[in-house]
């Protein structure tokens, strides 16, 4: 069996990453997000191993000083890790796995596993951008100002992903997203394991 491909997407705050990889697992086989640990608590609807894996903060910084994460970030008062051990299950089972993350976490997992594939989302515009954070209609002016720099600041990184997807038009970044999947999946790398008796009977 052919292992599956970890693939890192990154988007700045607008760019519709969320609503585009929802879809793109919805109509995708063997194909599914990445389960982080996480140290807050459940929100309504969330289950546990699905959304993510919810654990106390004593287990969270044991498994971090034990190595146990392949990255790892705080975010206000909470932890966020992804476990080495089920992201390395999951591969290995020939499930692909989508890694939402930001600019500085894609740097350290490309370091860690240069075998995974970067695809960083791009809004059509700064104008686009900015009624997309607008419309939202739950932040204030000034939020709006800190998420449109932070946007810029995460766009400027662009050059250090393998694809880039413009979310213009919904559909078609979505068939760019699925054809980079597909496309991966039909390397020789990935796809011989697959062909093994049908080339060994072509070649003998």
């Known amino acids: 069996m052919s292992k599956g491909t970890l693939f890192i ?3 700045p705050s607008g760019a519709g990453k969320t609503s585009l990889v929802q879809a793109l697992i919805e109509m995708t086989d063997s194909l599914q997000i990445s389960v982080s640990h996480t140290t807050r608590q459940p929100r309504q609807g969330e289950e546990h ?32 890790g992804t476990s080495q051990k089920w992201l390395t299950e999951q591969l290995n089972a020939g499930i692909d796995i989508i890694l939402e993350i930001d600019w500085q976490g894609a740097q350290q997992i ?20 900015e009624e997309r954070l607008h419309n939202r209609g739950k932040d204030s002016e000034a939020v709006i100002a800190q ?6 600041n995460e ?21 760019d997203l699925q054809t980079i999947i597909y496309s991966q999946r039909l390397t020789q790398i990935a796809h011989a394991p697959k062909l093994e008796e049908m080339l060994e009977e072509l070649l003998n």
């Open 110 to 129: 490309r370091r860690l596993k240069p075998d995974s594939v970067s695809i960083f989302i791009l809004p059509p515009s700064r104008t686009a951008l």
């Open 9 to 11: 997407i990154s988007a």
């Open 147 to 152: 998420r449109l720099q932070g946007a810029m």
């Open 49 to 80: 191993g699905v959304n993510y894996f919810f654990v106390a903060q004593d287990e969270f910084m044991q498994m971090l000083n034990s190595h146990l994460f392949l990255e790892h970030a705080q975010i206000y008062d909470n932890y966020y």
């Open 155 to 175: 766009i400027s990184h662009y050059v250090e992903f393998d694809y880039l997807v413009v979310n213009d038009d919904f559909s078609q970044a979505l068939k």
